[in-house]
């Protein structure tokens, strides 16, 4: 079975801070992709990356950067959070190829006070 | 720009009841597009992946066709049981591309 493990199920910080969510997938897939999910707006892409050391920007990137060290570890990092970033974050990982499912994390509920 | 529609937000049915949920996509030039299920605080299972070439995919009660030309897919479910609520996500893949985009979900109640 496909395990994508978030670190977190919640977490609480206060305004300013800096915060990394970590996530860690076993099935040595290529794709690794950072999502929030907030009501009445779904999911949205933060940012992906396709192969070690590379990134892209999803649709809403502003506020947040990505490490990937490690194939199997996808950090997203919250520089100074801010109360408009409490939110559901959801960790995703895929084989590349359009064909192929993605997998989801448990998710980390973070409240930012 | 791609969107994607979920009708209707939320649903409540008895068990037993056939149900459909209904998802739609603006841009029809889709590569994929999969059904996705999420239980309250928890993260997406994916149930099924229909390719754009294929009009349904099928996986125990559940079926899902697609409508490329119309913007459609629908995921039907059968005999519904209290263990299918959750809210369901359909999600999109475009052309050349890794990434999806996702419908805002439709909150399935199934009561005894």
């Known amino acids: 079975d496909v395990k994508v493990t978030q670190s977190s199920r919640y977490l609480v910080k206060r305004t300013g801070e800096k915060v990394f969510l970590e996530c860690v997938q076993d099935?040595?897939?290529?794709?690794m992709f950072w999502y929030r999910q907030d009501p009445g707006l779904g999911l949205r892409l933060i940012y992906f990356?396709?192969?070690?050391?590379?990134?892209e920007k999803g649709d809403i990137p502003e506020g947040y950067s990505v490490s990937r060290e490690k194939k199997e570890r996808f950090s997203l990092i919250l520089e100074s959070a801010s109360t408009n970033q409490t939110s559901m974050y959801l960790c995703?990982?895929?084989?590349?190829?359009?064909?192929?499912?993605?997998?989801f994390g448990a998710g980390t509920r973070l409240s930012v006070l | 720009k791609q969107e994607v529609t979920q009708i209707p937000a939320a649903l409540s049915v008895p068990e037993g009841e056939n149900l459909v949920l209904n998802c739609s996509f603006t841009?029809?030039?889709?590569?994929?597009l999969q059904w996705f299920r999420q239980d309250p605080g928890k993260g997406l299972t994916s149930l099924l992946l229909?390719?754009?070439?294929?009009r349904e995919q099928t996986s125990g009660r559940l079926n899902a066709s697609l409508d490329k030309s119309s913007g459609r897919s629908t995921l039907y479910i059968a005999a519904s049981q209290p263990g299918d609520s959750a809210t369901y996500l359909c999600?999109?893949?475009?052309?050349?591309?890794?990434?999806?985009?996702f419908g805002t979900g439709t909150r399935l109640q199934v009561f005894p």
């Open positions: 995703a990982s895929s084989f590349q190829g359009a064909k192929n499912i993605q997998y």
């Open positions: 099935m040595d897939h290529e794709n």
């Open positions: 990356s396709y192969d070690v050391k590379m990134k």
């Open positions: 841009d029809s030039a889709i590569y994929n």
């Open positions: 229909i390719q754009s070439s294929q």
């Open positions: 999600a999109v893949r475009t052309r050349d591309t890794d990434k999806l985009i």
